[in-house]
């Protein structure tokens, strides 16, 4: 797991990473640590790091929801667009993106 968080990390470095890869290498750390709290539930050492390193990625992907500028910039990129936010997002994070998509319209 470790590794994988290095890796993702270290795609993210730099100043000219665009946006459109934030939301969705979080989503992939995510999923990983989603994984592994269904794999080590009953392992009563694995089970709370998994747990805590998910509330941690939780806490800072709805932070994004400050900004509309990360769900902009999903809709807007030619590889993802909103169905990308359809596909990979829970369902009751959809209003939030859509008032974060027309307020993005309105401003850009």
């Known amino acids: 797991m470790l590794s ?3 890796e993702a990390t270290k795609s993210l470095e730099g ?11 979080m989503d992939f750390i995510m ?3 989603e994984d592994g709290r269904a794999q080590y539930q009953n392992d009563t ?6 747990q805590n390193g998910w509330e941690k990625m ?8 400050e900004s509309p500028a990360y769900t902009a910039a999903i809709v807007l990129h030619p590889g993802y667009k909103w169905q ?11 209003p939030k993106a ?9 401003v850009l």
């Open 58 to 65: 939780k806490k800072y992907y709805h932070l994004t929801d």
């Open 4 to 6: 994988v968080l290095k």
């Open 31 to 33: 999923g990983q640590f």
């Open 84 to 94: 990308y936010i359809q596909d990979y997002w829970e369902p009751a994070w959809l």
């Open 15 to 25: 100043s000219a990473v665009p946006l459109t890869k934030g939301l969705p290498a």
């Open 45 to 50: 050492i694995m089970a709370p790091l998994y």
């Open 98 to 106: 859509q008032v974060n998509t027309v307020f993005s319209k309105k």
